[in-house]
């Protein structure tokens, strides 16, 4: 299994530009992450799903919009890109459809995003 | 909302020996789970090692094993016979029932040759 894919890994934007950063897993999961990570610090929930169709808002949601059409994928666009969006952004998935919810977060390895 | 803490920003250690990491929490709850993650320099989120709250007995893993204390929320991570790829940034989170997760800062393991 492939597990939770990210791409690109790396990004240069300019600020204004627009992108999508990719996020898919063939796991089978209900509940999908995005995260970022800014240099020395902890990870900051951007956005969740806890199933096709459905989204919410964490911690750090402004300037970012996601949507989940379908349980593989979960993109996240950013619309008008600031330099403040400058981060490392990680997307996780993780499973509550089985008798044991100790189920931990899995996660992709990153996308590298910076903005200039 | 549940807040992790991890007071160490950095640890060190020498090769072979033992490094404890603490993690604090605040809840409410009685029915969460908590993790420990590593994060090498790849930028990978490696699970190391999961409690649930219910269970008293202390969760081990190889050369891992946690300190878990309910009543004090307190959930520190023991690595014994430390070696070189053991070094990496590791996260402390707790998971609610309602599948939401919550991280701590992270701290820096330096393992000394």
């Known amino acids: 299994n492939a597990g939770v894919t990210q791409t690109p890994k790396f990004r240069i934007l300019k600020i204004g530009q627009s992108m999508t950063l990719q996020c898919t897993q063939d796991m089978n999961h209900n509940y999908m992450y995005w995260y970022r990570q800014d240099p020395g610090m902890g990870l900051k929930l951007i956005y969740y799903?806890?199933?096709?169709?459905?989204?919410d808002k964490g911690e750090v949601p402004n300037g970012y919009n996601v949507s989940r059409s379908t349980t593989e994928d979960f993109p996240l666009r950013l619309e008008l890109a600031a330099p403040s969006q400058t981060s490392v952004y990680f997307c996780a998935s993780s499973d509550t459809n089985t008798a044991y919810s100790n189920q931990p977060q899995h996660f992709g390895d990153g996308t590298r995003l910076s903005i200039l | 909302a549940q807040t992790v803490t991890q007071s160490q920003p950095e640890m060190s250690v020498q090769e072979a020996e033992t490094v404890t990491l603490s993690c604090t929490y605040d809840?409410?709850?009685?029915?969460?789970?908590l993790f420990w993650y590593k994060q090498p320099p790849s930028r990978q989120m490696i699970l190391v090692i999961r409690?649930?709250?219910?269970?008293?007995q202390n969760a081990t893993e190889n050369r891992f094993s946690v300190n878990f204390q309910k009543a004090a929320k307190s959930f520190s991570l023991k690595i014994s016979d430390s070696q070189l790829g053991d070094a990496a940034r590791y996260f402390c989170a707790y998971k609610n029932a309602g599948n939401q997760f919550y991280f701590g800062t992270g701290t820096s393991l330096t393992v000394i040759p």
């Open positions: 799903s806890v199933g096709a169709g459905i989204t």
């Open positions: 809840t409410s709850e009685s029915d969460y789970y």
């Open positions: 409690q649930e709250a219910y269970k008293q």
